[in-house]
């Protein structure tokens, strides 16, 4: 299912939300206040000049924080904001936080959003959880999507499509160490191989596949003998 489909509702709130915000603190989606007076207008002309005297002098953004002059006994009593609009910031993360989390799975730290942010220490980590969580399952169906629709029944017996995502994870240098060194040592990858995964020139003889345990074994062995014989002088 597409996710923007399944998750429509959540989307839907989120610009709803936006709309919200942006009424919020350009013009206010409620009162900003209440003028009180002693006596009353003669006539609604009167009063309505009154009111939008008063609103192009000290509304919206530009005007704030500006002293107001008022006459005629006239008081200012300012409306407190809601609950829910004093949560407009939180509610906006939380949908934020629905959609891409939960619907397509990558971190919030790569958009610089919510209370986990990336650090030096920790970016390894997110790389690891972007590529598991949101990377891997959409490169497995469009892998299965290859070999279904591309390949040939002939082709499909020695042939198969797979993304590597290795150079994603190539940040943190102990664990690609201790990763080659285990594939050395269980004979799955031979010493070029590793080379030509980390950018590097091949050697002569690195194409051998060996374990840590033949390696001691012919150190021992010393490889060629280079002195002489016990029958030697």
């Known amino acids: 299912m597409n996710p923007i489909e399944y998750a429509r509702e959540s989307v839907g709130l989120d610009q709803a939300l ?97 209370d986990k942010v990336a650090t030096y220490a920790s970016a390894d980590a997110f790389d690891l959880e972007y590529v598991k969580y949101a990377l891997t399952p959409r490169l497995v169906n469009i892998e299965m999507a290859i070999y279904r629709d591309l390949l040939t029944e002939s082709q499909k017996e020695n042939y198969f499509a797979k993304f590597s995502t290795g150079g994603l994870l190539r940040g943190d240098t102990a664990a690609r160490t201790a990763y080659y060194s285990g594939m050395v040592n269980i004979e799955a990858m031979s010493p070029n191989e590793v080379r030509e995964l980390e950018d590097m020139n091949p050697y002569a003889g690195g194409d051998e596949y060996r374990t840590r345990t033949s390696t001691i074994s012919k150190d021992k062995k010393g490889g060629e003998d280079k002195g002489g014989t016990d029958d030697e002088p």
């Open 18 to 114: 936006a709309k919200h915000g942006a009424k919020l603190f350009s013009h206010g989606t409620m009162i900003g206040g209440v003028l009180q007076m002693p006596g009353s207008f003669k006539d609604r002309t009167m009063a309505q000049k009154f009111l939008d005297d008063f609103n192009d002098h000290y509304s919206s953004v530009e005007n704030a924080h500006k002293t107001a002059l008022l006459e005629q006994g006239v008081t200012w009593q300012k409306m407190a904001m809601t609950s829910v609009d004093s949560q407009f910031l939180e509610a906006r993360n939380f949908q934020k936080k629905e959609i891409v989390d939960l619907f397509f799975g990558l971190p919030l730290s790569m958009l610089q959003s919510g």
